[in-house]
Nanobody, 114 residues
């Protein structure tokens, strides 16, 4: 069982920055994939940024160059630094981990005003 605890969402103006954190109590070294998905109102959940099998991260085209995913194994935490935010980035952001099956965090709201 993997428990994911997210923090860091909020309201920001366009062009601003936010950093999301996802803590996975216990070791995250056994987790295959870990990162962030997002779901905007009326849309399907989509990948934002994910470490795939511990290799270089995969980013959605729409966030490439603006978002950076990183991990701190000592703190069992994955971060998503989001810069130059746009109104279309408004969504609920979900932490994701794959260990045999997918696990999801509770979601954190990110709202970008124009």
């Amino acid at each position: 069982q993997v428990r994911l605890v997210e923090s860091g969402g909020g309201l920001v103006q366009a062009g601003g920055s936010l950093r999301l954190s996802c803590a996975a109590p216990g070791s995250i070294s056994s987790i295959n994939d870990m990162g962030w998905f997002r779901q905007a109102p009326g849309k399907e959940r989509e990948l934002a940024a994910v470490f795939i099998s511990g290799r270089n991260p995969k980013y959605a085209d729409s966030v490439q160059g603006r978002f950076t995913i990183s991990r701190d194994n000592a703190k069992n935490t994955v971060y998503l630094q989001m810069n130059n935010l746009k109104p279309e980035d408004t969504a609920v952001y979900y932490c994701y981990a794959l260990v045999v099956r997918a696990y999801w965090g509770q979601g954190t709201q990110v709202t970008v005003s124009s």
